[in-house]
């Protein structure tokens, strides 16, 4: 036996194995859609969090003192509020690039100045929530594609049954 004839065997073995396990899912393959709804309900939190802190943000002016590279290519950027100084770090995005020493805006929960920001919490707030319809849309169609294979084969099921077949021979 070859290499090449092994090969499609398994190939073989594991569609016709494939296609046999999802002829009827099981409806606990619907725990698969489970992180998809808790990564979803995560970011609805931490937007719901972001949009409460842009409400009452404030903002005054940062100096970039320190780069990281090989960290995600991350800048440290040092703020003072009332006296006290604090710090951050953030990565910058396509649309511009840090430089050390630079003075930027940067935007703080008055409430805990260690909780910061290079861009507004409410952009924060909108990116955080980017990828929820998507999440939401992959659990969605999962659930759809196990009620409909469920559906369409009990429906072939009851007629092979009225036809006098067992559901399991299958005609070629």
Known sequence: MTGRSVIRALGDLFVTGHRRSWDRPS???LWIV???VAISFHFCLRMRSD???ARRQKSTI???TAHDPPNHDRYQYVFTVNGRSYSGWESPDEKRDFHIGEK???Y???LDPSNSALMDFEELAIR???PVPMFLATAIAFAVLVIVMRHENTKSGQRTAKEGRSPAVRPK
């Open 51 to 53: 949009l409460e802190v």
């Open 128 to 130: 955080a929530f980017a």
């Open 27 to 29: 409806w606990w393959s």
């Open 104 to 106: 930027l805006a940067v």
């Open 62 to 64: 940062a100096t970039i």
């Open 34 to 36: 489970l992180p998809f």
């Open 108 to 110: 703080y929960d008055p």
